[in-house]
């Protein structure tokens, strides 16, 4: 969906959650019943002035009906100019304290599970000084000490895209993926480097360029033992898991998509769920990707099936010991799923449930602000609850 219709979309959704008709809105903006009726179906773009007049009469900034503003989660974004002063100096770091490498290991620990449950504030307020102090360990050492700093730096890296994807700072994420390339290099670590090559593709999905991203998983498989640890065989299962959710995009090569989740399937066979080497992998994480292929590939049926076997009867899921990031994700494409089945009631439902789980990740995701969007439109007169939703997730 481009930036027009989107903005089209949240016009309507928003005049609904107001409980506005076309008529009361276009009273009230001074503009002609006509342009609302044109604007809202998409046969017509709102100009500047017609977005400035449909704000005001809304109660709302324009940005709010464009989607271009960043004023979820303030702290977050206040803490992204520290990040970004530490990552330009990654290769000069200053003098300071360094603590024994268990005591890094248990930080760099933090900072992980901080990002597998969603809490970015405070994830995103720890890294700063965590970074420095790694990068100043990793540019005295040597030999095994260099290999396992360099290890923790790379993980650290990830926890920073993490923050930094989810919150639309794409330019620092691609350099934090560059860099978590350049630590796993030196780590000499064949997983890390399988998991940066996993994190990689964001960067293409940043821009919807979707071949190259393809091209870089492939090579990353083709480089990693698949018949190794099992650390190694989780990552080699990540990287299919991947590469389906990308061939299911792109829909280039319907048969890229089958033969990387048969492959995920014979590794998750072999690999216990709960392997983390900056990625997850096993049984439970290749159902979540099951389902992200099956909603990528526009076959809510599909998705529905593999939920069928992953939640209870009262929707929780059942995917026992995943981290609240990647529930959050399962959560997020069953509603998308259902709601392109018309059943709006369980795809809110669905969509509450991952509010619960991981808050702070729900709030960040453009397809949430998409199902609610479009569940707006579905209704005459939208319930209390649906509506604080849409405004908390700034989706209105």
Known sequence: ????????????ATRTARRLTQRQLAESAHISLSL???IEQGRRPASDQALEAIASALGVQPDALTGRRLDTDSRVHAAIPSL???IDAYDLPEDGLIRPLDQLRKAADEATRLRLASQYTLLVETLPPLLAELTRAAHGAHGFQLQATAGLLAVAYRAADAVAYKYGYYDLSARLVELMRRASDMADDPALRATAAYVR???FFASCNLTPAMRALESAIDEIPQQGTPVTRAAAGSLHMRAAVVAARSTDDPAAVDEHLAHAQRLAASVPEGIYNGTAFGPA???VHEIAVAVELGDASRALNVAESSVDETDRTTLAGLPAERSSHYLIDLARARLWLGLRDEAFQSLQAARKIAPQHVRE???????LVTLLRLHFAPPHALVTFAEWAHAI
Request: overall charge positive; hydrophobic content about 30%.
């Open 1 to 12: 969906m481009n930036a027009e219709r989107r903005t089209n979309d949240r016009i309507a």
């Open 36 to 38: 609302i009726r044109k």
């Open 84 to 86: 970004r002063t530490v």
């Open 201 to 203: 593709t964001e960067v």
């Open 285 to 287: 994480s290749l159902r």
């Open 365 to 371: 995701h453009p397809h949430v602000r998409d199902a």
